[in-house]
């Protein structure tokens, strides 16, 4: 049951707009050539990780060599499966499907010992069940054989159990490291962990027991989801209705801080409660209200807009109530989506009408920078409070002029852009949801400044400076989610409309994951 407290907030406000229902139909157009432009960049990659990486994780597109960021399992490989799927590029599709089934979840790369439970889950996990829906369902003529599909389901299965072990704690609440060791595997020391790494679980893992017929994967996934759900100290732990702190004690489930905001450590949480009742409105009614309450304080106490961009929106951090912090990240930028997704699932056009507002203002953190892509962490000054409040400081003097027109500046040493998704993510949301073209031009026009400013070597890099000429200079690092976001979005937003394809109704037969593997809908048809 909802916290008595905040009974009241979550059933009233701005979620009972639901009156205003958003009717809209939108037509898509597709642009081929700029999806086949999209598969070329792809191709790129894929054929610099293939020959100088694989089948390790991580391409050094620069040095010409790989580095085994996640354990040694191929983590690009994985991560790409599904972008191959939907691009139906067959021989990239089979080069994955069989280092799959060749993949040993019991050791490690020597250099990479220590198993994240959440990266592992939403890349590894993600990817392998996003490839066995497609290839049982809409896209089973590009399976090699039915042993290898049921294979990629086999692997998920191990993987899992494996990774369970870090559920055994008095909570139930999971540590997330898990440490390989010669002949086997240990559970880290954590004392606490992250509402974003706690609540990033419950959809790879209800949607395994949910194919499998076997409940313990969702049952240890949802009972750590319950102390998020049903918080036990709100005093701490729920500064605002919905808005958490950010880490939890896993000895007992309890909050110890009451810091959060829709930056890393927390953004997924949030993003996976309406991704959940997308994914079965039947079980997860309770997520669905928590997201609501969720945004509706966000909109109510977090929404800022710039001392000299009052036209932009953004949202603020906290540190307990009343103490705002207005800095966001561009893992921040994913928030619009999830408006978008919310308002069109629960047809309230508040919430979709909010969350364009905030892909429009990342779309400007883009725009003002000399590459045209925005940075990894930005502040602002807020228009509401005193100039000479004391957590509503100014830019510092170098920054001033560049303030002034873009609405927000770029901390010293953190304008970095490593190849990240979330605004393009966006982009992509607020186009299905509106049919509107200018959405689909901003995506062309960020892929083509990303493909002229990170292309390296035989891929494409992270780069130190966004607001300066070439990006300043590069990390030398592919990130495997430059396949499975930035590129998968990029192309799906241009692309021929298709099943998987986020419709504006609230009916949609497949959801995302945070990594963008596309999930089939709990009871939907294959």
């Known amino acids: 049951m909802v916290n008595s407290k905040w009974a009241a907030a979550i059933l009233g406000g701005a979620s009972q707009v639901l009156a205003q229902s958003y009717q809209s139909t939108p037509s898509y157009v597709s642009h081929p050539d700029r999806a086949d432009a999209v598969k070329a960049t792809f191709q790129r990659a894929w054929d610099g990780y293939y020959q100088y990486a694989f089948p390790n994780d991580t391409l050094l597109p620069i040095a010409k060599s790989y580095q085994n960021d996640r354990n040694g399992w191929g983590a690009s490989a994985v991560d790409a499966i599904s972008t191959a799927l939907v691009m139906e590029n067959q021989d990239v599709i089979n080069q994955i499907v069989d280092h799959i089934g060749s993949i040993n979840f019991n050791a490690t790369a020597p250099e990479s010992t220590s198993v994240s439970l959440f990266e592992t889950t939403i890349r590894y996990l993600g990817g392998l069940l996003s490839a066995y829906d497609f290839l049982t369902g809409p896209l089973k003529s590009y399976a090699k054989d039915q042993a290898s599909v049921d294979k990629i389901l086999q692997q998920a299965i191990n993987l899992a159990d494996i990774l369970s072990v870090t559920f055994d704690t008095p909570s139930g609440i999971p540590i997330n490291t898990l440490n390989y060791r010669s002949g086997g595997y240990q559970v880290g020391g954590d004392t606490t962990n992250g509402i974003a790494t706690i609540g990033t679980l419950v959809l790879e893992w209800t949607h ?39 880490s939890v004690n896993v000895a007992d489930g309890t909050f110890a801080d009451s810091s959060g905001g829709w930056n890393g450590g927390t953004d997924s949480f949030y993003e996976y409660l309406i991704k959940m009742y997308v994914y079965d409105q039947d079980r997860f009614g309770l997520y669905k209200d928590r997201w609501i ?234």
């Open 293 to 526: 309450a969720a945004v509706d304080s966000s909109i109510k106490y977090l929404a800022s807009h710039p001392t000299t961009r009052p036209d932009l929106t953004f949202l603020a951090a906290y540190n307990g109530v009343n103490n705002l912090e207005f800095v966001s990240t561009h893992l921040a930028c994913f928030d619009g989506g999830n408006f978008i997704l919310g308002g069109l699932t629960l047809d309230n056009s508040e919430y979709l009408q909010f969350g364009l507002d905030l892909v429009a203002a990342c779309h400007a953190t883009y725009t003002a920078t000399v590459t045209g892509i925005g940075p990894e962490v930005f502040f602002w000054q807020d228009g509401k409070l005193p100039t000479n409040a004391s957590n509503n400081g100014g830019p510092p003097s170098d920054s001033t002029d560049f303030y002034t027109k873009a609405g927000f500046w770029i901390p010293s040493g953190d304008g970095s852009y490593v190849l990240r998704p979330e605004v393009m993510e966006s982009f992509y949301y607020a186009y299905r949801a509106t049919g509107d073209s200018k959405y689909q031009d901003w995506a062309w026009e960020a892929f083509l400044n990303i493909n002229a400013t990170c292309a390296a070597g035989v891929g494409y890099s992270s780069i130190t400076n966004v607001n300066a000429p070439g990006g300043g200079s590069f990390d030398d690092f592919q990130e495997s989610f430059w396949f499975a976001e930035v590129l998968k979005y990029s192309y799906l937003i241009q692309a021929d409309d298709a099943v998987w394809q986020v419709n504006a109704g609230h009916d949609n037969t497949w959801v995302f994951n945070t990594e963008a593997h596309p999930f089939l809908v709990k009871g939907k048809p294959i």
């Open 208 to 246: 395994l027991s949910d194919i499998t017929g076997d409940d313990k994967y969702a049952q240890l996934t949802q009972k750590a989801e319950e102390y998020l759900l049903n918080v036990r100290n709100p005093d701490v732990g729920e500064p605002y209705p919905g808005l958490l702190g950010t």
